[in-house]
């Protein structure tokens, strides 16, 4: 046989002076596999032809071999550059720091079990009522629900139980030719399956648009690329996935109906495009509430549940930097305890060398980087009371009166001065008051009424806020950015760029711990409660007789 043959399924062949009377192009987003089944359809093919030779079980989403694709081009005048944007190989590149054909994040295209619990390709029955062909996204085992329809994707026809794909069908499972809004195993109309809406439609993040951006979602500017975001939360779920760690779900802050959702084979599962949807869509969204407010959250809920680093370790898997990051300066490397005496053994050992006797050298000794009973020693006041809060603004005023005029060092203290300010007032975190805009800081600064109590220091507070934004917007500002250039965000570094939060908190932790008392916390988020003290009642506290603010007044 020639080389110019052409394989179509079932063995028949056909020459390639028979060329494809019709010559349809992809749709937006449209999978490869599901243009050329909707091209083979159209020009009387039952399943889409195929050059000779061409293996017969890869892939078809994936982007063809070179022979096939310059085959492809020829055939229906179409780009490699198009060929390639509908193919896996287009996003999967994007969903690893390293871009290689990993394919952790890529569901199966041919489920090896006949399983209700087995994973394959999904798609959306109104999706495909709308426009009947594949998406590619669909293929993407973090995509569990469709954001236009608010409805749970399927993945199974619900009258045979088979995946719905043309592509996940050997040829001999369906002898007749069906449309690609229909089961291709048992020909029923998809488009009439009834949709369920979805157990937690108000996702923070929809994961598929920033894989089609190329960005990292917003809130994360500590990771760098959009590979290495998607590969920390592809460890965390590794890390759910593991038996020992499944008790971490009873502290996910999720809705009932999502947190019950169980299947009996999902624990079986080594990874995270082997689970049924269902499954998946609970652990991917307990990753995503996790890393809301990094890394405390992260931190506090593994605590809580005892994930330990050894835990991170026992996956073997690489870290990407912001997730190792926060693993080794926050987890203890394992599960141990500290007695009250090896502390005190441990500040002796500090006394006798004449070092400083710190908590953090403490656990340095003892080879841990959490320990309840050095807590307990060294035991800090997570609030700080209205009285310190002035005394802290205080040092920053004597601060500011030291710092010569022509230095960047008095921009510094107005800048930060400032931004702590905002963050009493505002009570948020540092972040939180980087980003805002001339416009919330202005609404902030404006001016309440006197009244008594609490509301006094407050106006007091709000003045010199005002005060000390006059002074940034018109000395300041102005010599950290070029002319013209936007106000938001209204905090900006040198040269125009963001600022980090751990630096503005480093610079002002350093007043803290060498000005305030040596048992209040060392973080400025001690302060952001001090004007009302409504500080939210952690879950330890809560089971505390002692749940009112411990703040003295004036």
Known sequence: ????????????????????????????????????????????????????????????????????????????????????????????????????????????????????????????????????YLRLFWRMAFYTFCPLHGSVLIERCPDCGASMWPSTMPSRAHPNSFALSHCQRCGADLTTVASHPSLYPDNALDLWIHVEQNKVPSGYGHISSLGEFMDGIWVICQLMLRRQSHHIYSFLDLPSRLMNTSFPEAAKSQSIRSLPLLERDRLIKGVLWLLQDWPYRFVDVCRAAKITRKDFIANRILHPPWLEDAISEHLTLRKRGTTYGAVISAISSLENSAEKVTKTAVRHILGVTECRAADKVFEQRKHASSHELFLMCGHLEHALSLAPEARDQRATIIRDYLIFLLSVLSETSIEAVLVMSNAQVMSLTSHPAATLGSEVRRRLLTQRADQLNSLYGTVVRPNLVLENAPTDPWFVARNGGAMAGHSVRDRLAKIIRSKMSADLWNSVDAFRYSLSGNAPVGRRRSRSPYLGFQGELF
């Open 1 to 132: 046989m020639n080389s110019n043959t052409i394989v179509i399924s079932g063995g028949a062949r056909l020459d390639s002076w028979a060329m494809f009377l019709l010559r349809p192009r992809p749709s937006p987003l449209e999978s490869l596999s599901s243009w050329r089944q909707r091209a083979g359809l159209q020009n009387g093919y039952r399943k889409y032809p195929r050059p000779k030779p061409s293996p017969d079980h890869r892939d078809p989403d994936w982007k063809p071999a070179a022979t096939e694709a310059a085959w492809l081009s020829d055939n229906f005048q179409l780009p490699f550059e198009l060929i390639h944007k509908h193919s896996l190989d287009y996003y999967n590149a994007r969903l690893n720091a390293s871009g290689t054909s990993d394919q952790r994040w890529i569901l199966p295209f041919h489920p090896t079990s006949d399983s209700p619990y087995a994973s394959g390709p999904v798609l959306c029955p109104n999706c495909l009522q709308d426009q009947p």
